[in-house]
């Protein structure tokens, strides 16, 4: 169902406290009050949406970097424009429960979202309306992804110890892969011959689709899985564990017996036990993810030194994601608030 923007939605332009710039491309470089060089082409610096009701768990910047869906708590997925004073032009209802992950189709066509509703649900980003509902999970639905390529394929990973299949063009999922705990993260190798799951035993399995079983176990992590992605060119797997480290692992099939390539560590998780995501810059230079402690963190993937820490949310930052073409960092809190900094 969709339904209008609510009147009390609002950017905010502003500057977060002890925010650093980088240096940026010419193109970008106009200059600003402060003799600051700008970045971006955000209205200002620091941009800041709030509207939701309560905690926003996930957001994603379409991949034309024009429009930012948000998923809550509230049981709202919004759409925001990027630019201007990011106004929330829709909103798509529909789930029963929170939402606890938000994927755009390569295409940036469609929506995918997932639930404690137990249900998986495809949207047109152009109308807002649900095309697609996937609903034979027994329980909370915590995490999903689509194909980067091929037909186009979705995963889902659930508290019901299943990961599924789903072909967008079928009715009902098309493969099972059972597992004996609860799926908290899922992804696609980059030619989608391969998903990758992790959750509660703090394993990541790389299952082979053709065959329906697991061909690897990457073990390191010493708590729960909380959120993976794939690198931009796909030789890589991010992963963010509750035991407080992000881990980049080696998937190319050749790769040495340990997988694990690099370690970052400094953001938190607390007794909240929030799913925080973890994402990669569209180079593949930077990693980031949430952090319990209400910050943003950014690291370089090569020397693995923390490159910014950014204050500003007023609750555990649960999603951060790099914008695709320009240097701007979004997140999402337990405070209902999101922002869009240009770094």
């Not at 609510?6 to 940026?24: E, H, I, M």
């Not at 295409?107 to 495809?122: H, M, Y």
């Not at 992590?221 to 909380?226: F, K, Y």
């Amino acid at each position: 169902m969709l339904a209008a923007p609510s009147d009390n939605v609002v950017a905010v332009a502003g500057s977060r406290p002890g925010s650093q710039l980088a240096t940026v491309p010419q193109s970008f470089q106009t200059p600003v009050p402060g003799g600051r060089q700008r970045t971006s082409s955000l209205e200002s610096p620091i941009m800041l949406l709030t509207g939701h009701q309560s905690a926003i768990y996930t957001m994603k910047f379409n991949p034309a970097g024009t429009v930012i869906a948000s998923g809550s708590h509230d049981k709202d997925i919004f759409l925001w424009y990027v630019h201007g004073d990011c106004k929330n032009f829709m909103v798509l209802r529909g789930h029963k429960n929170a939402i606890l992950d938000l994927q755009w189709t390569t295409d940036g066509t469609q929506l995918i979202s997932a639930s404690p509703d137990k249900t998986l649900r495809a949207w047109d980003a152009e109308t807002g309306k649900q095309v697609k509902k996937m609903a034979e999970h027994s329980s909370f639905v915590n995490s999903c992804c689509p194909s980067r390529r091929g037909p186009p394929l979705v995963v889902s990973g659930s508290d019901d110890g299943t990961a599924k299949l789903w072909d967008l063009r079928m009715r009902g999922a098309i493969q099972t892969f059972p597992d004996k705990y609860q799926i908290t993260a899922v992804g696609f190798s980059d030619t989608a011959d391969k998903l990758f799951t992790g959750g509660l035993d703090n394993d990541v399995k790389v299952w082979d689709l053709r065959r329906n079983e697991v061909t690897m176990t990457l073990q390191g992590h010493g708590d729960m899985i909380t959120g993976m992605q794939l690198s931009p060119e796909g030789s890589y797997l991010l992963t963010n564990g509750m035991d407080c480290m992000l881990r980049i692992w080696d998937m190319r099939p050749y790769a040495p017996q340990n997988r694990c390539v690099k370690i970052f560590t400094g953001h938190q998780h607390n007794f909240e036990k929030n799913l925080l995501k973890c994402s990669w810059s569209p180079d593949g230079s930077k990693v980031t993810a949430g952090s319990a402690d209400r910050m943003v963190y950014i690291w370089d993937t090569t020397s693995r030194r923390i490159l910014y820490k950014l204050p500003g949310h007023n609750g555990s930052v649960n999603e951060t994601v790099f914008h695709p073409t320009e240097p701007i960092i979004g997140s999402c809190g337990g405070d209902k608030q999101i922002y869009l900094g240009e770094l």
